[in-house]
């Protein structure tokens, strides 16, 4: 009987041995998965394709590309993909499939591409509503000039460069009810189009045209491409709280300026460009001091520019909004550090805000901010209208009447008539006082 058990017990063993054995084999290799992709989302813009997977933990991966024809192939370690593939490159220019494969505790996905590309890829620590991601951007090796729309120009149109703040997988902030800041600036940023579009004597351009992400620095790149003589970026404020609400509008600050302008300066042989009409001058001179002048003027130019049309956005948007800061704001925005482009930043109310979230969703009002916007901006070009422009041969200039200074010096000193001086002024008289303002008609 003791013989039996113990048989019995040495054929459990090697029962539990084989089976030991077999697991072993059926499994090795193979490493359970410490992290999971739960998600992807694709971002087609006009002049790349950014690719966002959302993973769990931080990712560990390995990539490469190969040719003939073109993949890149990313491999995920300890990785487990729960993210169906099927759809993901539909109607991308770049991407025309998603596969995957596990091998060895590896998660490997191939994405079969259009042609080769130039290729960015870089992980993201966790921040606002997303956790830990890879980010993969796939840029068009040729840049491509059209990659937003230029406008039909005629001589002496003003162009204003229109920037929606946010997109693609950067939603902006982001309101109580769930709206996303992107989506209200890009509504504002077609409407703010259309409008100037319509007005004689100004053009725009949309800096970004769909839902996708466009680099901070890129924005200012595609408006200096396009030549744009004005930058507008339209964005929605937020706060930790609901409380604050109303617009305000901002200027980059002078330091910012300074400090981009500087940098620019040490390497002028390939920056000129960066540094406003005197580029060609500031790019060629030997003498450094020349050149600081230069770009000094041009940096002051387009700040006074900047904090006029702030000023007559501002008197436009108290018409129709609560202003939360009713002077002109310095910011320190990337999107607005050029010392070549006049620019401002206008908040259109804060997301935060239960009331100002709807406003901000309410296609009315959304026509009501861009109106305003278009009107501040005209208004000041109207004033100080851009040489060879058309509003510098319509409308009116403005004369300060000074000691000595008679209705017959001022008519000859602006190439016009008494006459006319009188009529548009509404004079009685050819009596004038120091002080007065008067109306003087342009003619080019």
């Known amino acids: 009987m003791y013989w039996r058990i113990l048989l019995t017990l040495a054929k459990l063993r090697a029962l539990s041995l084989l089976c030991v054995i077999i697991l072993s084999s059926l499994f090795s290799g193979f490493t359970f998965a410490a992290n999971s992709i739960d998600g992807i989302r694709v971002w087609p813009a006009p002049e790349n394709t950014r690719i966002v997977f959302d993973v769990k933990e931080q990712p560990d991966y390995k990539y490469f590309t190969l040719s003939k024809p073109d993949r890149l192939v990313i491999d995920f370690t300890k990785t487990k993909n729960t993210v169906a593939l099927k759809n993901l490159a539909l109607n991308n220019p770049r991407v025309k499939l998603f596969r995957s494969s596990v091998s060895n505790g590896k998660t490997r996905l191939v994405l079969e591409l259009a042609q080769s590309y130039q290729l960015t890829v870089f992980p993201l620590a966790p921040a606002g509503q997303y956790g830990n991601r890879l980010v993969i951007d796939l840029y068009d090796k040729e840049r491509s000039k059209q990659s937003i729309s230029k406008p039909k120009q005629t001589v002496g149109d003003i162009i204003i460069g229109i920037d929606a703040g946010h997109g693609g997988e950067d939603p902006g902030s982001i309101g109580g009810k769930g709206t996303y800041e992107k989506i209200v600036t890009l509504a504002i940023a077609k409407k703010l189009l259309k409008v100037i579009n319509k007005e004689k004597g100004m053009k725009a351009v949309m800096i970004r045209s769909g839902d996708y992400y466009v680099n901070i620095n890129r924005r200012t790149s595609l408006a ?40 620019w300066l040490l390497n002028r042989e390939k920056k000129s460009e960066l540094l406003g009409g005197g580029g060609g001058v ?136 008494m006459s006319k001086l009188i009529s548009i002024n509404k004079l009685k008289s050819n009596s004038l006082r120091i002080g007065q303002t008067l109306k003087i008609p342009r003619t080019g």
Not at 328 to 352: A, C, H, M, R, Y
């Open 224 to 263: 200096r491409e396009k030549h744009v003589d004005f930058f507008v970026s339209i964005h929605a404020d937020a706060f930790h709280t609901s409380g604050p609400s109303g617009a305000s509008v901002w200027v980059v600050t002078k330091r910012r300026a300074e400090s981009e302008l500087s940098r």
């Open 282 to 417: 500031i790019k060629n001179t030997s003498d450094s001091h020349l050149a600081l002048a230069l770009a000094d003027m041009s940096k002051e130019h387009s700040l006074g520019v900047s904090f006029g049309v702030a000023n007559n956005v501002i008197k436009e948007l108290k018409k129709i909004t609560k202003m939360h800061k009713k002077t002109p704001q310095n910011g320190n925005f990337g999107v607005l550090k050029s010392s070549d482009i006049p620019s401002i930043l206008v908040e259109t109310g804060f997301i935060s805000n239960h009331k100002e979230e709807k406003n901000l969703t309410w296609s009315k009002h959304q026509q009501r901010l861009a109106d305003a916007i278009h009107i501040g901006i005209k208004n000041h070009f109207l004033s100080h209208p851009l040489t060879g422009s058309y509003f510098a041969s319509v409308g009116y200039k403005k004369h300060k009447v000074r000691s000595g200074e008679s209705l017959s010096v001022i008519a000859k000193r602006y190439n016009t008539s």
